[in-house]
């Protein structure tokens, strides 16, 4: 279509138009303005070519389980060679994972084990099952990981162990946490479950514990719906992990069909998901760069914002894989706004920030827990007593006051969705004060 300006008809337009323009574009959309954005991101999980054939062939085969199959086994030996680690057994889920892990580590009943709170409930979950106490490490809020630094006072001569998280894909500080391990003898056990390429000094993360977890549950960077893994370096561990997951049945060898080694329990991973894994498995490492190059462009973008901080990593982190993009809003460059109008007023501008987490060591089902007969059998009326002052975490409620999270998808579009996503925190910015009074 040819348009014909005149002069005078061009200057009208100009002089009349753009002030109504503005007006429409700047109102901030939760006060009946325009959207910054109207599209989506990109949906997740992302179905290629190869699942449908692959399951089919599965189901075809007559051949579902780990036992008579050979997907699992294919993918146990390709998520090994990925990482980087001698061994690895899929499991069911990365609960799984987890709790395989503690069980072939002996942890359990009156054992204290240091996790951080900025976490899925699953960090916690595997510990109670365990009998086991869970005592809540400070969060360092500029990266949203467990705060090294606090890990030898929260020390006790029952502690054990100790699980750190790789928020998002972010690698935690595993030169601080391995060094007060080591020094105390604490078992080191990875929740990779959110970091499934990210690297430190080099290595990928899960290498560095005695086991490293993965979850491969549908929200997950790799996934298959649900399902999980355990890398280790150490065979007689993968031997111990093995004969838990799968009803005590000994590792290699075999044994007799019911012959069993130890107790156990069914965590397996069918032949169904692994076919699945193998087809993902081909796309994690160009989604994950196309990640890193867009959470490196919006973080640039970001900082120029002032009162916005994203995420920071440590200096070991040699890849931030990017499960999450998280920043942290300071109130004060916004008007005071509280967190949840911060969100509203992003979302409506189509700008999908997340609350995320809320503090786990604060919520009442623990406590419940804890209070009940097999705890008080467990643990001295004095130990539980002191349960509450010990998980006192100040760094974490800042950090949950403060995070705005994307989740993964939202960096898998193209650049100018991340500069979308400035555009419309600083639009709400800009607006903070009237929103705030409305
Ligand atoms: C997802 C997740 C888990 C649990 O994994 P599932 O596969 O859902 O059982 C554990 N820890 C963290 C940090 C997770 O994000």
Redesign the pocket.
Known sequence: MEQQFTRRGFLGATAAAPVALQAAEERPAILGGKPVRTGGFPRWPIVGQTEEPALAEVARSGKWFRGSGKQVARFEEAWAKITGAKYCLATS??????FTSLNALGIGPGDEVLVPPF??V??INVVLLQYALPVFLDTDPETCQMDAGKIEAAITPRTTAIIP?H?GGNPANLDAILAVSRKHKLRVIE?A??AHLAGWRGRNVGNWGETG?F???E??NLNCG???AIITNDEALMGRCYSFHNQGRKWKGGGEEFSYASVGCNLRLTEFQGAVLLSQIARLEEQSRTRERNAEYLDSLLREIPGVKPQRTYPGCTRHNH?TYVFRYLKEHFAGMPKPMLLKALNAEGIPGRPGYSPLNTVPFIKKVLEGPAYRRLFSKERLAQWNERNQCPGNEQLCRESVVFSHQCLLGPRTDMDQIAAGVRKVQAHAAEIAKA
């Open positions: 889920s990365g609960t799984a994972a987890l976490t899925f699953a960090t998280v928020y929740d479950c959110q977890c979850s491969f549950q929200s997950k649900d399902g999980g499960h």
